[in-house]
């Protein structure tokens, strides 16, 4: 937690449950990937969290815009951004959202079928298009892959044929897998990948550019390589790949630019045992899967949770949200263990949750708000 959010936190008696984002932790970390990927464009991947002060500090930064929505291309533009900035990145799009992001001045556009490039054709002329390409996910503790990308023999076809479409076949795309812990993983990708692009290149397509993605790890419970690892090994990957002819090149990350700014604060409702002399303690918080905490599904995302309490003796708990539904268990299998004086009206913190937490909050599922955010 950041010396910023625990003073907030101490001054205010907040109502819980709510997300505190540090901004200038937001520009930290912006800065740091800045600084280990020189060459690279970053388009922060707004959906990891879209609220209007974290866009705001990122126009000024100069930040560019990785957008899964034609909605999250307009908060982009209230922003300040410029929509030569964006990146409209999702590879399922509705003809309708291409065509205003388009007469927006948005430039810039993902695929990874006939299809959506089709589309693209039809409703963005003349724009730049890139094909997202499957790779491996294997490292990554909330993966993407089967939803997303083509087959390298697919894409060769489809940015063959994007010129003849009318289209600008501008360059290719991967993500990695969301959470990854494998510097392993992008270099592998960027080999794939980089195939396609010299083989292509040799087949007289003009492409100029190399989107390596989001993935970047954020610190949760379990310790991840430091983010200076992955500058090393993906410049490493690069120019052994490229030599001195590097592409542009672009990265996208999302939760590693909010993550770590924010701290969810929360209120024990209730500690319970299933019997009398059960060593597992249920801990119900007033935030659960349905308030936010979605990345708990599968026990994915295992957060780092604080209490009055630490440095006391210790005992296992499972962990699970205030609602009356079976699903809303946060965790009960990862082995967590809390201060056995933990009890009910204690305020805890989870930490390293200011990305892909406020918009997966539910709209008022049992009767809770939507969880209440504060920017500072
Ligand atoms: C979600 C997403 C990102 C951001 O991923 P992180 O793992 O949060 O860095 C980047 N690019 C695309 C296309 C995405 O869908």
Redesign the pocket.
Known sequence: MTPKIANFLAQHMLATPCLVVDLDRVEQNYRALARILPLARIYY?V??NPAPQVLERLVGLGSSF?A?SFEEIEACLAAGARPDAISF??TIKKAVAIRRAYEAGVDLF?FDCAEELEKLARNAPRARVYC?ILVENAGAD?P?SRKFGATVEMARELMLRAGDMGLDPYGL?F?VG???TTTASYEAAIGRVGMLFTDLTEAGVNLRMMNL????PARYRDEVPEIDAFGLAIMAAMTKHFGNALPEMVI?????IVADAGVVSSEVVLVSRRAKDDPVRWVYLDIGRFGGLAEAEGEAIKYRITTPHDGGALGPVAIAGPTCDGADILYERANYRLPLQLGTGDRVELLSAG??VSTYASQGFNGFAPLAEHYI
């Open positions: 991947a959906k990891a990785d899964a990145g999702s993902a997202r909330w993407l795309s993500h969301s959470q990854q993605g989001g993935g970047f996208e990350p999302g939760r590693y990305a892909y």
